[in-house]
């Protein structure tokens, strides 16, 4: 009875020791944990020229779910990046206006916890979520709706109009940039802390000790030289360093000019498949080997993939709770929605 | 001053009196209001054999918002029932799989209050809602998806059968008329009472003057001769009593057999639009002026059509108050999305 005593008190021990030299290796690694207090967060995601605030939050939700501002009157941002689903739409490359397929068969990333990518898109693109939101409302086979559009559809409803200058004031100009800036205040909320970061603010039996030791190889053999930061991903990276991917000719996105691309973040990765550029991959496991291969230029074994799946699950966060928002109805001076 | 307080008081009394016999007027045209309390209505809108529990209800949310039912993992229940639009999609006709409209050029009708209906459908040949949800889910222009696609779907996903057998039992088959009849629970539950039912409930300053007024018209012109019950619709009619609709041509319905057609439900009719079987009219005046013609063979003048209107407004109910779902993961066993 002593005796086992003593051994849990050691094995105790020894796992906070092994616990904190863990998460001592995570954070030289790059990686960061989401800040738990409300304040430094906001240091990280706010922008002082246009801070977050309730009315602009609210104003901002309704506009991500009112499939008003695409051409169809059918297709909104949560269309493809379904807040239900992980904040992805759950198929290879994107659909949209007139069912058309992202024609470089592009798969739509999550939105959660995108406020902490260095830079949006495939090809990075965009600095800020703002500049992101800007494009697929207008882009042909995504939303397909031209500026004006957009900017009659919201100013021919009051209730609208009504929210708009409550949230900036009498003088506000209800423009594109507004709509799709105010769109991006309320995505910039879309923050999910998970068990793993309750780990690296020190709650070491967060993880279980399949994850710990998941997380240990992730970090042995290299997947943190690009999955770092706050998002494991968000940073622009170059691709195929070590070999050819092998879907490669599934689409033709070659990354930037520089063949740079946007590592996606790999939180809640469990519920964002299929996976890669082209989401021709849709198994965690062999998404985890194939990287190995293309990036770290290694053979990840299947034990290793399955270890690492296992840590990946401590990634799966607790997503903000989100009121399915009552849309102001269109008057009879709204622009009618159009199919071709 | 005494004579003002007299005048006051007269009208005021003068004013509850007339409330009281337009309520009397309404509740004998066959409009009814929706019960106040919780146990009245479930008795009209409960079934002992498959009882509405709140496991039942938010695990038909998640299905009504999963997108997965639908062939190519892009329709759900809400994309053409939009619960932040009314419960409706804004167009003329639905447009669903491969961008495809109905066929017969149909307009998704409100699911809100759809409930109280005598049956489903434009044609009514769904005699309740558990029945329904069966349809738009299999057909083709629409979700496409074969009944064992959806029950795969859902039994690949270990939550989502975990949330069956807290619903219904260990021993739940968790077939396609469960899943759907499943839905058709949490569908029960929208429900939308609005300042007409306060008003028909005794509270005489629940609607405006104005609305009083278009409430006297509309009852005088004939319009709950169809539109009545708790609804206001709801039930199989003949169409084209007195005259041939204007926009006859557009699609080809004509009703069922007998050529009845189901009555739309005039609450939040002010969010539902565009109006008639095939969505041909987009101005809720022009719709009530139609109406009269087709209808009830009259000419209502476009005061009238007014007052009309004006009352039609205070039938826009409160809505549920919906958080939206985080759905459970597709698992490696979970069919993949098509698109042909």
């Keep these: 009875m002593k005796t086992t005593k003593i051994v849990s008190t050691l094995l105790l021990v020894s796992s906070f020791v092994c616990a904190d030299a863990l998460v001592e290796k995570v954070k030289k690694s790059g990686i960061k944990a989401i800040p738990q207090s409300q304040h430094e967060l906001l ?20 506009l991500y779910f009112d499939p008003r501002l695409s051409r169809s009157n059918l297709i909104s941002c949560n269309t493809c990046h379904n807040l239900a689903l992980g904040g992805a739409d759950g198929i290879s490359a994107a659909i949209g206006h007139k069912w058309t397929a992202n024609p470089h068969h592009l798969n739509s990333p999550t939105v959660y916890n995108s406020v902490f990518f260095d830079a949006q898109f495939w090809d990075g693109r965009s600095a800020h979520l703002a500049d992101q939101a800007q494009g697929p409302v207008q882009a042909g086979p995504e939303m397909a709706s031209p500026k ?10 009051p209730a609208y109009v009504e929210e708009f200058k409550k949230a900036y004031g009498d003088k506000v100009d209800v423009n594109f940039e507004r709509i799709t800036s105010t769109i991006a205040i309320f995505e910039k909320t879309l923050v999910t802390p998970s068990r793993f970061d309750q780990f690296l603010n020190g709650n070491a039996n967060a993880l279980t000790k399949a994850e710990k030791k998941g997380l240990n190889t992730f970090i042995d053999k290299g997947c943190a030289s690009c999955h770092n930061g706050i998002a494991l991903g968000g940073t622009l990276q170059p691709f195929e360093i070590a070999a050819k991917y092998k879907f490669s000719e599934v689409g033709d996105f070659k990354g930037n000019a520089n063949g740079m691309v946007k590592t996606p973040t790999l939180r809640n990765i469990t519920e964002t498949g299929p996976y890669f550029h082209n989401g021709a991959i849709w ?40 009121t399915y928002p009552i849309l102001p109805a269109s008057t009879d001076k ?4 159009s199919f071709d």
Excluded: H, W, Y
Excluded at 148 to 157: A, D, F, G, M
Excluded at 309 to 314: A, H, K
């Design 334 to 337: 709204t622009p009618k929605p």
């Design 148 to 157: 004006e559009l957009v900017e009659q559809r919201v100013n021919s409803i």
């Design 283 to 322: 198994s965690l496991t062999e998404a985890v080997k194939e990287m190995g291969s293309v990036q770290l230029g290694i053979n990840i074994s299947d034990k290793e993939a399955g270890e690492i799946v296992t840590f990946l699950n401590s990634l799966t966060g607790e997503k903000p709770t989100i």
């Design 43 to 62: 240091t990280i995601i706010d922008d002082k020229k246009d801070p977050i605030t309730s009315e602009k939050v609210e104003l901002g939700k309704k």
